[in-house]
């Protein structure tokens, strides 16, 4: 890294600001991740050494190539001052790539540009999607929980839950511990928004900021949780949600459902007793129902792990295990679970993603909904009286 | 990737109306079934008391069977062949009329004289308890007035947008559905229907008692055919499908790399011809995939996936 001083000709920009341009730019920005690699030139076989990953300076994170990079001193938090940096978009989003003609050189937390908090822009709960960050948001504490989590080699403590605001609500991840309670109203920024396992995620670390707030404006906690159902449609137009909660009839099972195995190391479902991952394995028998339930506008799949299976259906998994021996057909033990689901109607909450197949919901709670005769007459009686 | 088809809510009556059809293009395309009260039907679930099932057809290799289902407001056949296996054993397993829901395909035949019959293929069903019956027929009811509600508003306000009925949480699929019912029958009585829906309510009150299963159809009649189906093109051999598949790569394969989002055609022959495919036989199988609607060339020399 050399440690020249950049010619005053060269404007520093930040990340927020970065547009493609055939000027060269100087900016700071802290390495947020990295990777190695190296690519080979077809021309003569010569290989580069390149490292890229992810550069934040706090208003926006960009992706950046280091073509030639040194081989130490590059560390996830390292801040950098790169002078004659080339910016293209790619994506709709701009890149940044050190060559030959860039110099860069080692910065400290004082250089990043400083941004006051006032800058930054409010924004609402269902404004947020990934890769969104440098922005402000006032939310409730739904839920938290800590969890603990193996990355790499290391242990970490993660905040689980989820927040809302009046436009909607959205998983949170939090990497440092702010203490925060269910219930509480909070300002949040310095935060970003990431995809992970199909739903949007909250990510706040170190770099975010917290202060709590009156929140006069922000929904109770129990209004999210205990919200009326919605249409099937409605929830297949806003792309599944946090906090789904719909009721519908059982019109069919999806596979795999009733009796499965699934790998002891993975927990995927074995299929002739070869695991997608860990090849040939001896799977552990499991019960669950993928099932289809259906509203009149719409259809969505609830995918329900042994306890709600076992309680919707009244068989334990020893049942059904039980049943197979005496009969060695496993579809029989499908059937009989749909024959006992089919046409029931069910109340069901949980987090909805959507994919190419439609909305899938994990459950937090199923519940089985009686209708009450009498009121469902008179309502429909007086409709019907005040329409002709 | 379209998506599961909703079950339709609906009563018999509404289906007894539904004589309009809407034919799918193209690859594995749904049909659908139109009814004047804003139902675009490809899957329904209908609530009543099935009757015992009877066999329809000689054909021992291809079993089929038929019932019929009454509802307070009329009533509906609904059959089950060797493709429903599951739906077929319950349909027969059943001697005497019993309440039941029943979710499935609708199906129109027109006979010769242009009668139209729906019936409703199942694909699932289920034997239930009165009150759980009633509990759907109510559910039913409750959606077809809000169908009828949609139309009769749509009638009143054509030029209503479609963004300020979904903003009130009406799904997109009625509004459509509702539209094209106008459409597809603008002179039809919905007061009389709204009339036909008062018996279902009563029943949901419990004052009818179970329903009495509808008059047995006919003995009579027997099918041993099944209604004919619109002239199929002659199958493909393994090598035309072959050809086709790989003549569809090439095309995603420029459309991706091309600024527009479309495969020019002397590319695509080129590159076809480097894999040693000739001109003519390029010619020819875009002659097949433009007729069956996968491909199409709105701007001359431009192909586009269609």
């Not at chain 1, 300076?57 to 081989?71: H, I, M, Y």
Request: hydrophobic fraction near 40%; include cysteine; proline fraction near 8%.
């Amino acid at each position: 890294m050399s440690a020249e001083r950049p010619p005053a000709t060269i404007p520093e920009v930040r990340l927020r600001d970065l547009r493609p341009s055939v000027s060269p730019v100087e900016l700071v920005g802290r390495v947020v991740s990295f990777d190695r690699r190296e690519v080979v030139r077809k021309s003569d076989q010569s290989r580069r050494p390149l490292l890229s990953g992810l550069l934040s300076d706090g208003t926006a994170t960009v992706r950046f190539t280091w073509w030639d990079p040194p081989r130490e001193g590059i560390e996830r938090g390292t801040i950098l001052r790169a002078v004659g940096v080339e910016v293209r978009e790619f994506r709709d989003r701009p890149e940044v790539t050190f060559t030959w003609r860039t110099r860069v050189s080692a910065a400290g937390p004082a250089d990043l540009p400083r941004v006051d908090s006032e800058e930054i822009p409010f924004r609402s709960v269902s404004e947020l999607g990934p890769p969104d960050e440098g922005f402000r948001v006032e939310v409730r504490v739904v839920r938290i929980a800590p969890r603990t989590v193996t990355v790499g080699e290391e242990r970490r403590v993660v905040h689980d839950g989820l927040v809302a605001d009046r436009s909607g609500a959205i998983a949170l991840s939090s990497w440092s511990d702010f203490g925060l309670l269910p219930g509480e109203a909070v300002r949040i920024s310095g935060g970003y928004v990431r995809q992970f396992r199909g739903r949007s995620q909250l990510v706040l670390d170190e770099r975010a900021t917290v202060v709590r707030v009156e929140g006069r404006d922000l929904p109770a906690p129990e209004a999210l949780l205990r919200a009326p159902p919605r249409t099937i449609a409605a929830v297949e137009d806003a792309g599944g949600g946090e906090t789904v909660a719909v009721e519908g009839v059982v019109v069919g099972l999806l596979p795999p459902s009733g009796l499965v195995y699934r790998c002891p190391t993975c927990a995927r479902t074995v299929k002739n007793g070869i695991c997608r991952i860990h090849g040939q394995v001896e799977g552990r028998a499991d019960l669950r129902a993928r099932i289809v339930l259906d509203d009149g506008t719409g259809a969505l799949t609830v995918n329900a792990g042994r306890a709600e299976t076992e309680r919707l259906w009244g068989v334990t998994l020893d049942d059904a295990r039980r049943r197979l021996r005496e009969q060695p057909d496993p579809s029989l033990i499908e059937e009989a679970l749909l024959e006992s689901l089919l046409g029931r109607r069910l109340r069901v909450r949980g987090v909805g993603t959507k994919d190419d197949f439609g909305v899938t919901v994990v459950p937090e709670s199923i519940e089985p909904v009686e209708v009450d005769l009498d009121a469902a007459a008179a309502e429909l009686a007086a409709r019907l009286s005040g329409g002709t | 990737m379209a998506l599961r088809e909703p079950a339709w809510r609906v009563t018999a009556r509404e289906l007894e109306t539904s004589l309009e059809e809407e034919k799918g293009v193209g690859d594995r395309a749904a049909s659908y079934l139109l009814s004047p009260f804003a139902a675009r039907m490809n899957r329904v679930l209908v609530a009543g008391t099935l009757s015992p099932a009877e066999p329809i057809g000689r054909d021992e290799t291809q079993p089929f069977w038929r019932s019929r289902l009454t509802d307070p407001t009329g009533a509906v056949a609904v059959t089950a062949g060797s493709f429903q296996p599951r739906a077929m054993a319950q349909l027969r397993s059943s001697p005497a009329p019993r309440p039941a829901l029943v979710v499935g395909k609708t199906h129109l035949y027109r006979g010769r004289d242009g009668v139209g019959y729906v019936s409703v293929r199942a694909e699932g069903m289920r034997f239930v308890g009165e009150a759980e019956e009633r509990a759907e027929v109510a559910e039913i009811v409750r959606q077809s007035l809000d169908r009828l509600d949609l139309v009769e508003r749509i009638a009143r306000e054509p030029s209503v947008p479609d963004a300020t009925l979904a903003a009130e949480g009406i799904p997109r699929t009625w509004i459509r559905a509702a539209r094209e019912s106008l459409r597809r029958y603008p002179n039809v009585d919905r007061v009389a229907f709204r009339r036909d829906l008062r018996p279902a309510v009563r029943h949901v009150a419990g004052d009818s008692g179970p329903i009495a299963p509808g008059p047995a159809p006919p003995p009579s009649v027997t099918i041993t055919r099944a209604p004919p189906a619109p002239p199929a093109p002659p199958p493909r051999t393994a090598a035309e499908r072959a050809e086709e598949s790989a003549f569809l790569d090439r095309l995603d394969e420029l459309a991706d790399a091309s600024a527009d989002g479309y495969a020019d055609l002397k590319e695509l022959v080129a590159r076809l011809a480097d894999e040693g495919v000739s001109a003519e036989r390029a010619e020819l199988v875009l002659g097949r995939l433009e007729e069956d609607g996968v491909v199409e060339e709105p701007i001359v020399g431009k192909l586009r996936r269609a």
